[in-house]
C-alpha cells in the first residue's frame, strides 16, 4: 500500500513538472512567434506605406506631366508597432498578463526622393508612423514656416503676418543677425546694402569648396568663425588647431543675396561677406545652399523654392534692386509634431532645469495599466516588491486600459485646436483618422480617463487602450457596445 501511495505521488509530482514544462516551451514558442511575426509585418508595412504614397494611392491626386505624382510623405517611411498581447499563463481564470511586443521598420520607395518640395503642400510633411494597439498615430516629422530676414520687423514684406504662428522674424532667433556690409551695387559711389546672416554645414571631403582648415579663408569668414560650432557671441574655438584639417565638419556663412538677380542685373552687384544663395530661377543659373540655418538653432532647414499654387505669401522674396533676399519660406525638422533634432545636449539641459526646458520627445517608459471597476471609474494595476511578486489591485486584476503616455515636442494644431476641439479636418487628416478623441488640460478627468487625451499645456498625449478581456469574470453591466482595441494594422 505504501508503494502504491509512493508511486502515485511520484508519479503526481513528474506529471506536475512535466506539464509546467510544456506550458513554458508552449509560452516561450509564442512569444518567439509573435515577435518574428511583428517584426517581418513592421518590414512588409513601411515597405508597403512607401510605395503606396509615392505612387499615389494614397492621398489627394496630384497628376504631373500626365502621371499621378503621389507624395512625398513616406518617401523614407519609418513604422513602430507595439502591441500588449496576451500571455500564456496556467492562471485558474485563464491569463491576464500583458506581454508588450515592440518592433520598428523602415522602408523606401525612390520614386519621387529627389522630387522638390513644394511650398506649402501639406501632405508632403515628412511622417512616422505608430501603430499602438491597432491605434494609428501619424507624427509630421518637420513643417513649414516663413522667416523674415530684414534689419527689423517693421521692414517686412507685405504677407508677413506676425499674428500668424507660422511667420517669425529672425531677430527674435539672433540679435546679431544683421550683416550691415554685404552687397555692393556699382554706382559713383556704390551703394552698400546690408543683409542677414545665415550659416550652413560644409563637410570635410575633397568636393566641398566650401571647406577651408588652413591660412586665410575666403568670403570674409575667418577659420576661428568656422570652428566656432556652437556659434557663441564670445567666438569660442571649438575644434584644436592641429585637429582642424581632420575635423569632420565646419560653419560656413552665407548671405541672404540671391545669386540669380546677380546674374540678372549683369554684375552690377557684388558680395561682400559669405556665399550667396542659388534658387536656380535663371535659365543656367547655379543651386547653391539651399540648406541653411536660418533660427540660430545650429541645424540646418531645407529652403522652398517651389510655388506652383501661387500661396501667399510667395515663397521668397527678393530685393530686385540689391539682390537681398527680405523673406523666406523653410521645412524646419525641428517644428514638427516631434522633433528627432532632440540630441544630448538639449537633455542635459533638461535634466540641469526640467521647468524651462523640454523633454526628450516620444514614448516615455510610464506604462500604466488599469482594471474597470464601474462606468467611468478605473483602478489602476501595480507591481510591487521584487521583480513585481506583489500584485495589487480592486476586485480584480485583469487589465481593462493600457496607458502609455508620448511627449510631442510642438503643439502644431494638428490634434486639437485653439479651442480645445478634436480637429477632424480632412486636409490636416488626409491619411488617418485623429487618433485624439479628448483635448482638456485634465487627461484624468472621468470623462477622459479612458479616452486617448491630448493635454494641451503639457503638449502630452495619453494614449489609451481599451483591450477586450472578458476571462475570468462576469459584467453585469452590458459592455458589449463599448469600443475595443483588437490590434488592427492596415492589411497588407
Request: proline share 7%; charged share 20%.
Amino acid at each position: 500500500m505504501k508503494k502504491t501511495a509512493q508511486t502515485a505521488t511520484e508519479l503526481a509530482v513528474f506529471g506536475a513538472i512535466l506539464i509546467f514544462l510544456i506550458g513554458l516551451i508552449v509560452q516561450q514558442a509564442m512569444g518567439i512567434n509573435h515577435l518574428q511575426n511583428q517584426s517581418l509585418r513592421s518590414v512588409r508595412l513601411a515597405m508597403k506605406f512607401s510605395y503606396l504614397h509615392s505612387a499615389g494611392l494614397i492621398g489627394p491626386e496630384r497628376i504631373m506631366n500626365d502621371q499621378v505624382a503621389g507624395n512625398k510623405s513616406r518617401d523614407f517611411a519609418s513604422v513602430l508597432i507595439i502591441e500588449d498581447r496576451l500571455s500564456v499563463d496556467s492562471g485558474k481564470f485563464g491569463p491576464f498578463t500583458r506581454a508588450p511586443s515592440v518592433s520598428g521598420a523602415s522602408g523606401t520607395h525612390s520614386r519621387n526622393y529627389f522630387m522638390p518640395l513644394d511650398a506649402n503642400r501639406i501632405v508632403d510633411v515628412p511622417k512616422y508612423d505608430i501603430f499602438i494597439n491597432g491605434k494609428h498615430i501619424p507624427l509630421a516629422t518637420a513643417d513649414f514656416k516663413t522667416v523674415c530676414l530684414t534689419q527689423t520687423e517693421a521692414l517686412c514684406p507685405p504677407g508677413y503676418d506676425p499674428t500668424n504662428p507660422r511667420h517669425h522674424w529672425i531677430g527674435n532667433y539672433d540679435p546679431n543677425f544683421w550683416e550691415p556690409n554685404c552687397v555692393s551695387r556699382a554706382g559713383s559711389p556704390p551703394t552698400i546694402y546690408g543683409c542677414a546672416r545665415l550659416y550652413a554645414i560644409a563637410s570635410n571631403n575633397p568636393n566641398a569648396l566650401s571647406w577651408c582648415s588652413s591660412g586665410t579663408c575666403p568670403n570674409g569668414w575667418s577659420l576661428n568663425q568656422r570652428f566656432n560650432l556652437d556659434r557663441d557671441p564670445g567666438g569660442t574655438v571649438d575644434v584644436p588647431g592641429a585637429d582642424m584639417n581632420r575635423f569632420s565638419w565646419q560653419w560656413v556663412l552665407v548671405s541672404a543675396f540671391d545669386i540669380d538677380t546677380q546674374a540678372r542685373l549683369d554684375g552690377k552687384l557684388t558680395l561682400l561677406k559669405g556665399e550667396g544663395i542659388g534658387f536656380g530661377k535663371e535659365e543656367g543659373s547655379e543651386v547653391k545652399n539651399l540648406t541653411v540655418d536660418v533660427d540660430n538653432d545650429l541645424q540646418e532647414e531645407s529652403l522652398i523654392r517651389n510655388d506652383p499654387e501661387g500661396e501667399e505669401p510667395p515663397v521668397f522674396i527678393v530685393n530686385s534692386t540689391s539682390g537681398v533676399v527680405e523673406m523666406l519660406m523653410v521645412l524646419d525638422q525641428n517644428e514638427g509634431d516631434i522633433d528627432f533634432g532632440y540630441d544630448t545636449v538639449a537633455y542635459r539641459k533638461y535634466l540641469a532645469d526640467p521647468v524651462n526646458n523640454p523633454p526628450p520627445p516620444g514614448l516615455t517608459k510610464d506604462v500604466a495599466m488599469y482594471t474597470r471597476v464601474s462606468p467611468d471609474t478605473y483602478m489602476e494595476i501595480t507591481d510591487q516588491g521584487a521583480a513585481g511578486t506583489v500584485r495589487s489591485a480592486q476586485r480584480k486584476q485583469h487589465i481593462d486600459l493600457v496607458q502609455r503616455i508620448l511627449e510631442i515636442s510642438n503643439n502644431t494644431g494638428r490634434f486639437c485646436d485653439t479651442a480645445g476641439n478634436v480637429v477632424n479636418d480632412p486636409n490636416i487628416w488626409w491619411d488617418a483618422t485623429n487618433p485624439v478623441e479628448a483635448c482638456s488640460t485634465n487627461c484624468f478627468d472621468p470623462s477622459n480617463i479612458a479616452l486617448t487625451c491630448f493635454d494641451t499645456d503639457d503638449t502630452r498625449l495619453f494614449i489609451r487602450s481599451r483591450v477586450a478581456d472578458f476571462f475570468g469574470h462576469q459584467w453585469i453591466t452590458n459592455v458589449s457596445g463599448d469600443p475595443y482595441v483588437n490590434f488592427n494594422v492596415p492589411a497588407l
